[in-house]
C-alpha cells in the first residue's frame, strides 16, 4: 500500500502551484491551487477544496513580516 501526506486531488505541489493571498481580514493565507487554476487575487477566490489546503502564514513565522 503506498502512503501519500499529499492530496492527490492537487495535482502540483511545487512552489508554481502555491498562492499568497489575504482574507477580509487581513491575515495572510499560503495555499495550494488546483490544476489549470491561476490569477487568485483574494482568499475569497479560492475553492473549499484549495482554501482547505491553506496555511495561516502567521502562525507559521510569526506576527513579524519577513
Do not use: P
Request: hydrophobic share 25%; aromatic share 10%; net charge negative.
Amino acid at each position: 500500500m503506498e502512503f501519500s501526506e499529499r492530496d492527490r486531488q492537487l495535482g502540483n505541489i511545487g512552489y508554481e502551484s502555491m498562492v499568497w493571498v489575504r482574507d477580509d481580514k487581513g491575515r495572510e493565507f499560503s495555499c495550494n491551487l488546483d490544476d489549470g487554476r491561476s490569477g487568485v487575487k483574494r482568499f475569497s477566490d479560492l475553492t473549499d477544496h484549495e482554501k482547505a489546503s491553506c496555511s495561516n502564514v502567521n502562525e507559521l513565522i510569526g506576527t513579524e513580516r519577513w
